[in-house]
């Protein structure tokens, strides 16, 4: 087993004290911080998504496992910000106004990153004023709205009529999700993608920048 396949798998099993014994030897032998990131980190926690999806995991096992990824990117953190890696695309993302839940939104932003995205994460009870803002001033072309409540789904659609009255819509694409989200929403609100779990919103994400 290599060094990557150690990572990878120890991310899968959460296993923290691990990955940051394997991350300090590494970067001591002078290894390449990206290449433990993505062969390593990234790589195990593509695993648990793709499992995640399949129902073979569930949410606490990838709470464990994101936890020990985060670990991971801390201890290569000093490293990476030496050498900065290319970003694939921008997403702004965030929980819509009125609606506190975190946790789908927090494993969109940990795969969307796995993927090489980089993401603005506004955190919870986002309006739609601020994400139209936020994707305009930062060059985003991708804003990304979850919600877990039936009633805070329309902030999703003030986002798309907002686009729509600065001539953006289009421009900027609007993915949704959460667990009352549906396709049938997205296309009722003329959101442009709906994507029902983590993994897939960000495969979806990257393919917009591809
Ligand atoms: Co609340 N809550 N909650 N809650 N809560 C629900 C959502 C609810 C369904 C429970 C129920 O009644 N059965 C219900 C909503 C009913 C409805 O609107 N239809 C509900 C309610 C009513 C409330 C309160 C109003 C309760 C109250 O105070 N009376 C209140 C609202 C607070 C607020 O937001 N203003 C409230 C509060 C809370 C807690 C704070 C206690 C806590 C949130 C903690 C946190 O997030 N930090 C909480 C929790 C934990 C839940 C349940 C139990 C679990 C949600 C969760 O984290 N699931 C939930 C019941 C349930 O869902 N079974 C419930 C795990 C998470 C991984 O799944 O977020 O769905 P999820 O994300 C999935 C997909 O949806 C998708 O990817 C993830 C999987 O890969 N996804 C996206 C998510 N965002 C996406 C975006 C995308 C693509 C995919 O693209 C952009």
Redesign the pocket.
């Known amino acids: 087993m290599s060094v990557y396949d150690d990572l990878s798998l120890y991310v899968q099993q959460g296993r923290v004290n691990n990955i940051k014994e394997i991350i300090a030897a590494e970067l001591e032998k002078g290894s390449n911080p990206k290449d433990l990131l993505q062969n390593g980190l990234l790589a195990g926690m593509s695993v648990v998504g793709d499992k995640?999806?399949n129902n073979q995991v569930f949410?606490p096992e990838?709470l464990i496992a994101a936890r020990a990824m985060q670990a991971g990117i801390d201890a290569l953190a000093v490293a990476l910000a030496s050498e900065k890696m290319e970003s694939k695309g921008k997403i702004v993302?965030g929980?819509v106004k009125?609606?506190?839940?975190?946790?789908?939104?927090n494993?969109?932003k940990i795969m969307m990153e796995s993927k090489g995205l980089e993401v603005i994460d506004l955190g919870?009870d986002v309006s739609a004023e601020k994400f139209v803002e936020t994707a305009i001033s930062n060059d985003a072309q991708v804003i990304?709205?979850?919600?877990?409540?039936?009633?805070?789904m329309s902030v999703m659609k003030q986002v798309v009529e907002l686009l729509e009255e600065k001539g953006l819509h289009g421009q900027i694409k609007v993915?949704?999700?959460?667990?009352?989200?549906t396709e049938d929403f997205k296309c009722k609100i003329g959101a442009d993608?709906?994507?029902?779990?983590?993994?897939?919103?960000s495969d979806v994400a990257l393919s917009i920048y591809q």
């Open positions: 995640f999806k949410v990838v993302l929980t009125g609606d506190l839940h975190d946790i789908g939104k494993l969109v919870v990304a709205c979850s919600a877990l409540l039936t009633t805070t993915m949704v999700g959460g667990a009352p989200v993608y709906y994507t029902a779990d983590a993994s897939s919103a």
